[in-house]
């Protein structure tokens, strides 16, 4: 997978990509992945990227010029191209698997108040947010998104690493999990996970996912349906 990343702060790229499973994945060539500077796309004296909105009102938009200019240097046919704002659908593990399965991304991190709505109507396939708040750029942003996708390309994580996504990601909160040792300052791994009864660890296992799903995360229940009743009694039958 290809991803570009179009941005006025690149230096904010250097090191959480350089490291972990974004690096292996860059390394084995799986991801290959470019920071691009906007300001190299302002061709005017002062390479202005910025103006103050028609209208009136607070704050800096970016322009169109250097972003169209960048976009249509950057991105290919099969490039989907999507802006990192507050105003975007609200990024979760499902899009995560959708983007995984494009062939090229190009990510376009505003600034300031945002973007000149022509970018938005003429340029973005896209619009994405990473939670409700807003950020002083889309830097990290881009980096979560780039962070969540690459974990998904085929070849990135091992074979158990991926078994585990399956069952959780858009399902159940996780359940308790325990190491060694057995009894730490006191406090006991519970007996259940010691008795070596696989089909009851898996029973207790699956209680304690749907128990602390509907206390902490209703929603994961109620709005998607990833993990109504059904889903679960299916997944109890599978074990
Ligand atoms: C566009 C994304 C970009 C508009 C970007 C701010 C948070 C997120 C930016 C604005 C961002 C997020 C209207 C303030 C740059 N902050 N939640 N900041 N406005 O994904």
């Known amino acids: 997978m290809k991803i570009d990343v179009l941005t006025l702060f690149p230096g904010m790229f250097a090191g959480p990509l ?35 909105p028609f209208g009136g009102g607070p704050g800096m938009l970016l322009k169109p010029e250097p972003v169209f200019e960048a976009v249509e240097d950057l991105a290919a046919a099969d490039t989907h191209v999507v802006l990192l704002t ?26 300031y108040e945002g973007f000149d709505e022509r970018i938005r109507e003429h340029l973005a396939d896209d619009e994405l947010s990473i939670g409700d708040y807003v950020l002083t750029n889309g830097a990290l942003p881009a980096m979560v998104i780039i962070d969540a996708v690459t974990r998904l390309l085929p070849g990135v994580l091992g074979d158990d690493e991926s078994a585990l996504d399956e069952s ?17 300052r006191g406090w006991k791994v519970p007996e259940i996970l010691l008795s070596g009864h ?11 996912a749907w128990q602390r799903t509907q206390q902490r995360r209703p929603d994961l229940i109620s709005e998607t349906g990833a993990a109504s009743p059904s889903v679960v009694r299916a997944k109890k039958d599978d074990l």
């Open 198 to 208: 696989h089909a009851e660890i898996a029973k207790w296992r699956l209680e304690q």
């Open 168 to 184: 959780f990601s858009g399902g159940l909160i996780e359940y308790p999990q325990y190491t060694r040792p057995a009894e730490f």
């Open 86 to 111: 507050p105003a975007g659908r609200k990024f979760d593990q499902k899009i995560a698997r959708e983007l995984a399965g494009r062939e090229r991304l190009l990510l376009i991190c505003g600034s």
């Open 18 to 52: 350089d490291e972990s499973m974004v690096k292996r994945a860059r390394d084995a060539g799986i991801l290959e992945l470019r920071i691009r500077y906007l300001r190299d796309y302002a061709h005017d004296r002062h390479k202005t990227v910025d103006d103050r």
